[in-house]
């Protein structure tokens, strides 16, 4: 456990007035507020520094105490003595409750250590809030999210069933509502975030909606035409090839692409690509075919 | 619609400690969707959470209507922009690993 020194957290020197102490700490909340930082862990974490120092700093008493015994809170005799004082008049006077709220756990062992932690609140009567929101993660893989289907997944000790859209993204988030932490003094529960992380189980690239891949075409085909099966997500298709196909040609299949997210039934595409194949350890003969060939063109 | 999922704003009132002329305030800059009921006003359940949202604002920041105002179409465009570099992103690793 370290020492905190919450003047710097507010950036102030240790001679700072009350006025002093409130603007800092009012221009820092606007600035790092979980409100106005949704999803941003860095800020929600100065946040709670910042509400932590403007605890103690905006209140007198604490402020004179943490002066007092602050740096040396791990063995002061007076420190120990203040502190049993103390643990029936904190007061909370900071913010409360709130899906940017605070609870106990909010405050570092240090604060807990010398203050005993944020018992008590300011405010008259229970307030209600939602709860606190929740964040997860879920790896999917490409081939699970084809079709849209439903997971039970174990998260902070409950079961939750849910349905995942098929076309999700990767780094995408969605919301289960009512999932999150409980309610504050039976205030409606907050949300859960789930964050997909997509791995690509399959041989085909993904851009969106639209899948490529790319397939070996034999040289004589390439050049006389023919037809070539090839693997869609879904199944086969059969392509006629045109002849004199170059290297490179890229087809684009329509529909035969990923599902588009939350368009029921419809897909992207799918573009393929043709590596033309040059055969190798040739014969005599067809080598022989080859030159009569050159001296054609 | 069913009634259970809109909830009274006189109870929201006494719940979060705020007077109904603020809630009546963010109706009127288009913030939240209040229903009349007969004589009985209501918001939808799902609006808490940004109500809750504009109530911390206000109270916590001291943010005023318009402010808030400001914000909430600040934090849409946000939502909207992080959207696009997910999609960006993804799109990026696809022609790196293609490369």
């Known amino acids: 456990m370290d020492f905190v020194d919450y003047y710097k957290t507010l950036g102030l020197e240790r001679t700072a007035t009350e006025k002093d102490i409130k603007k800092a700490y009012r221009k820092l909340a606007r600035k790092y507020h979980p409100d106005l930082n949704p999803n941003n862990k860095d800020a929600e974490k100065k946040f709670k520094e910042i509400n932590e120092a403007n605890e103690v700093l905006s209140d007198p008493e604490k402020r004179e105490k943490y002066d007092k015994y602050g740096k040396d809170w791990m063995h002061g005799e007076e420190f120990e003595k203040a502190r049993q004082q103390q643990s029936s008049r904190s007061q909370h006077q900071g913010f409360s409750g709130g899906a940017s709220g605070f609870s106990e756990s909010d405050f570092s062992d240090f604060f807990e250590s010398m203050f005993g932690g944020a018992r008590g609140s300011s405010r008259q009567g229970p307030v209600q809030f939602k709860g606190k929101d929740l964040n997860a993660d879920l790896e999917l893989n490409l081939s699970d999210i084809y079709k849209t289907h439903r997971q039970i997944l174990t998260l902070h000790g409950q079961k939750i069933r849910i349905t995942i859209p098929a076309g999700v993204e990767h780094g995408q988030e969605i919301k289960i509502k009512g999932k999150g932490g409980k309610g504050i003094n039976g205030g409606p529960n907050g949300d859960l975030y789930i964050k997909f992380n997509v791995v690509n189980d399959t041989s085909f690239k993904r851009d969106g909606e639209n899948l490529y891949t790319t397939v070996d075409l034999d040289l004589y085909t390439a050049l006389l035409g023919g037809t070539l099966t090839v693997d869609t997500f879904d199944g086969k298709v059969k392509l006629n090839i045109k002849p004199e196909t170059a290297n490179d040609t890229k087809v684009r299949l329509r529909g035969k692409g990923f599902p588009i997210y939350k368009k029921e039934g419809q897909f992207g595409d799918l573009i393929v690509t043709y590596k033309v194949k040059i055969p190798t350890q040739l014969s005599e003969k067809e080598k022989e075919l080859f030159k009569a060939l050159q001296k054609l063109r | ?99």
């Open chain 2, 1 to 99: 619609m069913g009634r259970r999922e809109l909830i009274l704003i006189e109870t929201l009132c006494i719940q979060y400690e705020v007077e109904a002329s603020f809630i009546k305030e963010l109706h009127s800059i288009g913030l939240i969707e209040i229903e009349k009921i007969e004589n009985d006003e209501f918001i939808h359940e799902e609006t808490i959470g940004d109500l809750e949202k504009m109530i911390r604002l206000n109270r916590e920041l001291n943010v005023n209507i318009e402010g808030i105002d400001v914000v909430f179409n600040l934090l849409q465009k946000e939502i909207k922009m992080q959207e696009e570099i997910i999609a960006l992103r993804n799109r990026l690793k696809f022609y790196e690993e293609n490369k």
